[in-house]
């Protein structure tokens, strides 16, 4: 597939590929469902002002929201730009890396392209996913500055790579993970111990800290803030030994689905081979194995430390990603050429069957981008201040009708006055909706997929609402 192009080549065209890719992407993405997913609708709605916390997850992502829709409108465009561009950046850090790392161009390409082995990022995060795109990206980021950390030692690159410490903790705190990670590689590999400067490492401390502490401060103040998505580690108190086991299975169970898909392709490239091809000595980028090595432990640690008992694969994404370039990169290197060339056409047709495949996300459950909300918008009364426990639903009326007021609804202390209050229904009409009962309303659907979702549409009257 490389056949012919030197270095050079390969370096000023590669990242045009990955431009034109996304781009691509954008365009399927704008053609497509103009409703929302979940995540896309939770992060436009919160994204309508600045704050240094929106719930449990940290700011970031949202602020870069605001500042797409601030340049572009709030609108789809500047929800989809925003994703692509992550994207593009995430793939871009990634060659980078492995080309400061001494790896070939065409195999610093397939390196880049392995993340196509991952379905949380191939279709997961070009589908549906927001704040763990961003911590991905960021962790890239992370490891191409530590690189030029190492490389070239200049108090700038200290400052940034501070810098890009703190963005990435406030953008998914399992990011500290990575930070770990790059820590103990940098302990262990002496190329990196010898090459640090720890005087210079003290200012990456503060930059860091300085970046990350505000929002941060507003988390620890407002612990229900940070602690809304504990319960889905489902944490318990039982310290048995036969619990760890079943910790300790959950926990390989998740990272299994992460590696999966990679590790099958990788061992069967490996051993359909007839004999290596080692002519040359192979330069393996030994921080990106031992940063995910190390950032796993210390979330197995982290785990049975807190009991955790449940986990799920896309939270290990952020530091999981550079153990399946690094093995890429080795396999790739020890392959002939007809071997290169099948993981090549491997990987590059992942990556077009994902965006090929994007307009179908509409068709399948839950199929979130093709939903109704006529029927919605026709029970809103021009001037109607709309109140409701579904994010979805806020940030989806929101995107149609970005004049209308929109209000989410938190319970009792909800200043809201003669709303028309949109509560999900689960089952039959008269449904509490946090905590309030109310009498029977009209009731709406919003078809999606294969399904609905149902709402009732209430009155109720409360104290007077100011409104600007």
Known sequence: MFDGLSDRRIDRYFPAVIVLYFSIQLAMRLS????????????????????????????????????????FGRNLFSVAALKASILSATLFCIFRFLRGSGIAAAAACIGTLSLGLMPDILWESQRALTHSVLAVCLSAVALLTFLRVAQHGRRIDYLVFGAVLGLGVISKFNFVFLIGGLVGAAILLKDLRTSINPQ????????????????????????????????????VSDRSFANFL??????????????????????????????????????????????????????????????????????FVPFSWPLVVYFTV?????????????????????WALAVIALPYASLVSPGYRNADFSRVLSHIRPGDVVASDSIW????????????????????????????????????PGVTVAGLGFTQGAMVAVPYGNGEKRFVVRRMVRQPLPLD
């Not at 612990?223 to 944490?235: A, C, F, N, R």
């Not at 004999?275 to 982290?302: D, F, G, H, N, V």
């Not at 396999?331 to 993981?343: K, M, Y």
């Not at 909800?414 to 028309?420: R, T």
């Open 393 to 428: 639903l806020l940030g989806n009326l929101s995107l149609k009708n970005g004049k209308m007021n929109v209000l989410q609804f938190v319970g009792h202390d909800a200043p809201v006055a003669d709303i028309e209050l949109l509560g999900v229904a689960d089952d039959a």
């Open 330 to 350: 080795i396999v790739w290197a020890n392959l002939h050429s007809g071997g290169q060339g099948r993981l090549s056409f491997l990987l590059c047709s992942l």
């Open 246 to 315: 079943h910790l300790s299975g959950d926990f390989a169970d998740a990272l299994a689905g992460v590696y999966a898909l990679p590790g099958a392709v990788l061992l069967g490239f490996a051993f359909a081979r007839r004999k290596w091809s080692s002519s040359q000595p192979i330069m393996k980028p030994e921080l990106l194995r031992w940063t995910a090595l190390i950032a796993i432990l210390l979330a197995l640690i982290l785990s049975v430390a807190v009991n955790a008992t449940e986990f799920k694969g896309r939270w």
């Open 32 to 71: 497509i469902g103009p409703t929302l997913e979940l995540d896309e609708a939770e992060t436009f709605w919160q994204s309508q002002t600045l704050d240094f916390g929106y719930g449990p997850q940290p700011p970031l992502y949202n602020w870069i929201q605001w500042g797409f829709s601030e340049l």
């Open 200 to 235: 210079r490492l003290v200012l990456t401390a503060i930059v860091a800290i300085s970046v990350a502490s505000p929002a941060l401060y507003f988390y620890a103040t407002l612990m229900k803030g940070t602690m809304g998505s504990v319960h889905k580690l489902s944490i």
